[in-house]
């Protein structure tokens, strides 16, 4: 079963602030002038980040805030965010992969930036809500 | 760069405890736009069975990679940290992470390999509480980016 798209936009205000309740205040987040120095096209989004927002879908789909009993990404491609006020945007999809024998739901996520899979192997597994 | 596999299953001493507070889960779930009630408000919390305000599932990675710094800078393991990219992570739950609770890391080395000339580093956190209850396990994997 496939679950709805949710999309999420990504500004450098979002990242400034993340750094700041995160305490990840690598320069690579907020200044193009080091991330260009170290390969990148320019500000990338914490990988972090990227992952709280597909844990945000993740708990809507699931109809509850604590219901994650288990979540895993992989990394695969930064998140490069413009300074622009419309920053980028990221599609979280997700399928139903199986509703095991006690009620838990095992799901997998896929991320994406301007078309591209920024996240690989990314799975949930979720209770179901109270 | 090589990193040395004969640290794999090496764990050092539990870090000090670290007090979630209500502000602080408050601050993160607004920094990531979550704004579900039992997130900010205690009440709502409490109706779902938690003592206090629950933290979104990421949020353990506020202590977990403070904790992680053991293994990132110890001298002898010898991790470049500029070099350092962020491979996969994953947290398994025991239960939430609620305000209130005093949680205490034990990091242990996973597993390392060395391929293409990088260097791949899985960690494991047990975080539980001061009082030994487990809470979350926590693995963060870093490739360390070889001389290019």
Redesign the interface.
């Known amino acids: 079963m496939e679950l709805p798209t949710q999309t999420f936009r990504v500004t450098r205000a979002d990242l400034v602030r993340y750094a700041g309740a995160s305490g990840d205040f690598n320069p690579i987040h907020w200044s193009d002038r080091i991330a260009t120095k170290v390969g990148l096209p320019g500000v990338i989004a914490h990988g972090m980040f990227t992952m709280a927002l597909v844990g945000r879908a993740v708990t809507t789909w699931a109809g509850s805030p604590d219901a994650v009993v288990d979540f895993g990404v992989r990394f695969t491609r930064p998140v490069v965010v413009p300074d622009t006020d419309e920053g980028t945007e990221i599609e979280v999809n997700a399928v139903v992969k199986e509703v095991t024998e006690e009620g838990l739901t095992r799901l997998d996520v896929t991320a994406t930036c301007l078309g591209e899979k920024v996240l690989s192997q990314a799975r949930a597994t979720v209770r179901p809500a109270r | 760069m090589s990193l040395d596999p004969s640290f794999v299953g090496r764990s050092y001493p539990p870090t000090a405890p670290y007090q979630v507070g209500r502000e602080k889960i408050r ?2 779930a ?5 704004t ?1 009630p ?2 900010h408000d205690p009440a709502a919390a409490r109706a ?3 003592p206090d305000v ?1 933290a ?3 949020f353990p ?2 202590l977990t ?2 904790a992680n710094r053991q293994i990132i800078e110890d001298p002898a393991l010898g991790v470049d940290y ?1 070099r350092v ?9 025991t239960r ?1 992470v609620v305000a209130g609770d005093e949680l205490v890391c034990v990091n242990t080395i996973e597993e390392i390999t060395n391929r293409g000339g990088h260097g791949f580093l899985t960690t494991r956190t047990e975080v539980s509480t001061a009082a030994g209850e487990p809470v979350v396990a926590v ?1 963060f994997k870093i490739v360390v980016r070889g001389e290019a």
Do not use: N
């Not at chain 2, 607004?30 to 979550?34: F, K, N, R, V």
């Not at chain 2, 990219?85 to 739950?93: K, M, T």
């Open positions: 601050e993160f607004t920094a990531i736009g979550a579900d039992a997130y779902l069975g938690h629950v979104p599932p990421t990675m506020v990679m403070a500029s990219v962020h491979g996969d992570q994953r947290f398994a739950y939430p693995w």
